[in-house]
């Protein structure tokens, strides 16, 4: 059997790219040290493997069920997430005196991308919990947080976010569900929610809904959007479970994949009594979910990035053991069939995913350690500009891993052949699970949107500046290793056409060509993802390079994996911005000019 | 509800672009003119939406079961599959002395893409049977022809093809089935047969396996390979069913998608007698056998391009009627909602997938109509040249619409977001379907292998430099088109890129580096796919834009849109087969040379 992931590639990206160690020296990690840190990844690769895995393709073949009056779970996902939440996983991030574990976000990032890749289903329960729980910690009253936050973190309670509905999916600003204010300070909410993941279930004692409404008489639009706590069940002032708080289970929404997490259609208020209580600022709804949404958006990239990468070892391991066929250049048809690694498709194949998943697993590594880094970091300049990198960087950490680890997914399938397409391996569920994550939490399109019409602008460029500086940095560095000096080159010319092609987006804008500004923004962040992938494996290749002279066998072949996975990537990815960056730079309006009757 | 297939494209394609209706001016087809092919048509996509849309989702979700005596399949399917016979469609193509139709392959293959546009599950036990029965007609003796086909052209009985065993997919040389001569002149079979679909069931009486196996004493490898007619039941020379002929069905195999045709693995004389009878030469066995397999891997890419046209059209009709959002220089949150078709990346989304499947279905019906020239004409020469492009453009006609047609599909699913991704709505389930493609009848890195490897360069290259001729004398007749002009540059120097790649890989055979010759021939079937096709699009649009001034306008729309389609294939598309280029002609080999332990 294959890993979930690869260890020792975990260990690389934290303690030999991303030197996640030195957090330790930060009084808020003062208590842990690299050897508290494998400890945690140890006990949570084992029971991933032993709870998690052990009943994934059971869940996808048993999905939840709604017989009319409650949903329906096979006991395994209970059971795994009980012992999820007693290990300690769901708090890992939060602090001690909340009873986390205090563990920097890196290292808990880890854990969900290994629980995603044994079983993204069973583990999402715990994931939209700790989303909640941090966007409650960040907004809420003392009150509020002592009302809910514990309960959370033990996993007594479950956390969701109900933002779309039916009408409105990606259009926020059209939300109609209300909150009307009472006289207790409370709101009676009232409307529909479509898309709830985890929005009923009896794994948990309650649901605790982050929920979007708009407060009668606000502003119109994204403006006038509020959000609530709306728990499931009301809570006595004693801590109790209260009376329920008339929030529904419609229907169950039933997908292709990533069929264990349930997903709903909700209805708050059916019989006017729902209860919700303002979370943050009247009005600020929509910035305070983005708090969640924006961890929200990287999770999914993380876990699109885990569907991918254990599809890649297991993919790698049946290539290594499944004899078929000869080399090109054996005549004898009674010679021994070879291992299919064997091939040079295959290996392309192979190659091509270690060059998405790793890279990707990079990235998104990268981008919890901004998280930590921007928690610790007391220089305020620093500090401000990790917030920008991150803000940036958000949207193309979402989206690049839900394409392209879709696609490192589909080849797992063609490695393995009839076989991959058949339910009898775990490649094609990954498959069917890793289609979703270029939908949920904001379309790819919306991602490129987000890329070019906000963040790249913001400031004045600064963020977009600031990255095209830490990418000169590591290029800077790299001039001095001649054993990257392949890559340079490349590199180079990839930093100048995102600048060059960027500016003349700009200008674009400028001239008030604000719909061609934008028309190919989905090309703009495929571009900037290829860009910012090979500036993560120009990174990987520089630390490895200094290695692969080792006398272990197994750590030179490692390292020399890196530069060549880095090698792959510069050949025959890297290549593909050329003609995105003619296209942008030609503002192709192809589409947006013919008639809505010529297609 | 959408349409299928685009009525209006499909006769565009075959009496504006290909100019099918002068097949009639040949005797073969003399019965028939362009209003019996608009009724067969017509008749057919009535059939398909009443009796094969109709169970398609339902088939998928209650896909075929055993219960280890026989297999059941909803009744729908049987039901749908008798009218589809009674009304002609399974012996269309055939001779009328047959009992057929004697339409042209291009009409029956019209057809085919309309049933499987359907239900691709249910028309593929009729699609196998059809293959089948052109093998037997092919190759059978007169006995063998009196016994079968007749009651498999009437629905009778279906057939299969048995290649695959469990331990030798893709490498059929290593096959294990053996067959042994009796002196009454038949053989007993002994062996597994792995993915054979539509390997039992009560569909029809009795059940034709055509399979491969070995004679003892015959040469090794794929020399060593004959064909065999294996029934599932014996024939009495009276023409009644017999005994049973000792053929088991072991196990069901359960796919992603593509669930409606039934997958078995089946086990040839297990009780030692099960009776074979040779199908034309002693080991001339894989020779025969690609007499069907190249007609079923050009329905693969046809079937390809169905499940994506259909899942086009969907996402259309849902694009055009559902309301998501605002213009984006609309202010006023109050504004009612617009379609989502108003949004630029829907619409990129949308022409996208309409220049794969436009572009893709001009390719298959070219192909087909291929096929009916080379059976008429009679010009020794010409028809030669057309059997050489035929050979030549197979494995494009596969493997382009199994990778590109499936990210249509993907794009479909896209476009209805949330909604795109549960099993309520079709596009789902077309993608799942469509995964299978490029997996089956040879994986689309074997047709690549193929295609560079064999196809190119047979002949000393004569198939591939008469395509470069034909393109040639498309690029000349356009140079006389101003209104399309704005092509064919790209298209000149993609031709020259094409001749350029092909000759410096050439080469590298030509120094005996022959691994490295064939190491990126999925990038060169990939390249070679994308020009084929843009060539396919310079046709379509050069009709097209002596039309575009029609009065009528649903027809200057229609028209108009093969420009834009063309047009947003050369800008978006075409471009990517420079780094293509690139990548051959430096002949990377970073996947060759990175050691096993290294991945």
Redesign the interface.
């Known amino acids: 059997m294959s890993a979930l992931l690869n260890r020792r590639d975990l260990e690389f990206l934290l303690y030999e790219f991303l030197e996640v160690a030195s957090l330790c020296d930060y009084e808020r990690y003062a208590e842990h040290d690299r050897e508290t840190f494998d400890a945690v990844l140890e006990a949570c690769e084992q029971l991933a493997t032993e709870q998690f895995l052990s009943h994934a393709a059971k869940l996808d073949e048993n999905e939840p069920q709604f017989d009319g009056e409650q949903v329906h779970i096979i006991p395994e996902v209970k059971q795994a997430l009980d012992t999820y939440c007693e290990a300690g996983y769901l708090s890992a991030s939060f602090d001690a005196e909340l009873g986390g574990m205090q563990l920097p976000w890196t290292i808990t990032q880890c854990c969900n991308a290994i629980f995603a890749a044994a079983n993204v289903g069973t583990v999402g329960y715990g994931a939209l919990t700790v989303a909640a729980a941090n966007m409650l910690n960040a907004f809420g009253t003392q009150t509020q947080k002592d009302k809910y936050l514990p309960a959370m973190l033990e996993g007594r309670f479950f956390g969701t976010m109900c933002l779309?509905e039916p009408?409105?999916?990606?259009?926020l600003?059209?939300i109609r569900t209300k909150a009307e204010p009472q006289e207790d300070g409370s709101y009676l909410i009232s409307g529909t929610k479509?898309?709830i993941s985890g929005g009923d279930h009896d794994l948990s004692e309650n649901i605790v809904h982050m929920v979007l409404a708009k407060i009668p008489g606000g502003p119109?639009?994204?403006?006038g959007i509020s959000l609530f706590v709306v728990p499931r069940t009301r809570m006595n002032e004693d801590g109790t479970l209260g009376e329920t708080n008339d929030v529904h289970l419609t229907g169950l929404?039933?997908?292709?994949g990533w069929r264990g997490t349930v997903n709903t259609v909700l209805s708050f208020g059916e019989d006017g009594d729902c209860r919700g209580y303002l979370l943050g600022e009247k009005h600020k709804g929509m910035s305070h979910m983005f708090h969640m949404l924006n961890e929200a958006r990287i999770l999914v990239g993380l876990e699109s990035t885990a569907l991918a990468y254990t599809a890649y070892l297991y993919s790698?391991d049946y290539a290594?053991n499944r004899?078929?066929?000869?080399?090109?250049?054996e005549k004898?048809?009674?010679s021994a069939?070879v291992a299919i690694?064997e091939?040079?498709?295959?290996?392309?194949?192979?190659?091509k995913q270690?060059a998405y998943v790793e890279g990707a697993l990079g990235l998104l590594l990268y981008g919890a350690h901004m998280v930590d880094q921007h928690a610790v970091t007391v220089d305020e300049e620093r500090r401000r500009e990790i917030g920008l990198l991150l803000d940036l960087l958000t949207p193309v950490m979402k989206a690049w891993p839900s394409e392209y680890c879709?696609e490192a997914n589909?080849l797992a399938?063609?490695v393995l052949?009839?076989?991959?397409?058949?339910?009898?391996y775990p490649v094609?569920r990954l498959?069917?699970d890793n289609?979703?994550n270029?939908?949920?939490d904001g379309?790819?399109?919306i991602q490129?949107?987000d890329l070019l019409g906000r963040k790249v602008v913001m400031y004045d460029g600064e963020a977009f500046q600031l990255f095209i500086r830490e990418m000169n940095n590591t290029l800077r560095k790299a001039k001095h290793e001649e054993t990257v000096s392949e890559f340079l080159k490349a590199f180079e010319q990839a930093i100048a056409l995102l600048q060059e092609t960027t500016n003349s987006l700009i200008e674009l804008a400028g001239k008030g060509e604000?719909?061609l500004f934008?028309?190919?923004?989905?090309t703009y962040i495929e571009m900037f993802g290829h860009i910012t992938i090979a500036w993560v494996w120009l990174q990987q290749a520089m630390i490895a390079s200094k290695k692969i002279d080792s006398e272990i066998?197994?750590e030179a072949?490692?390292y020399?994996?890196k530069i060549?996975a880095c090698?792959?990537f510069y050949?025959?990815e890297l290549?593909?911005i050329?003609?995105q960056a003619?296209?942008l730079q030609?503002a192709?309006d192809?589409?947006?000019?013919?008639?809505?009757?010529?297609?």
């Open positions: 779309s009408h409105a999916g990606s259009s600003a059209d479509m898309w119109p639009g994204i403006k929404n039933h997908k292709m790698l290594h004899p078929q066929g000869r080399h090109a250049d004898d048809p009674n069939q690694i091939h040079a498709d295959v290996r392309r194949m192979l190659l270690k879709l589909k399938i063609q052949g009839g076989y991959g397409y058949t339910r009898d094609e498959y069917r289609r979703l270029a939908i949920h379309t790819s399109g490129g949107l604000s719909q934008l028309a190919n923004s989905t066998e197994d072949n490692f020399q994996g060549d090698r792959f050949r025959h290549p593909k050329e003609a003619n296209l030609a192709d192809t589409f947006l000019r013919i008639s809505n009757d010529s297609f």
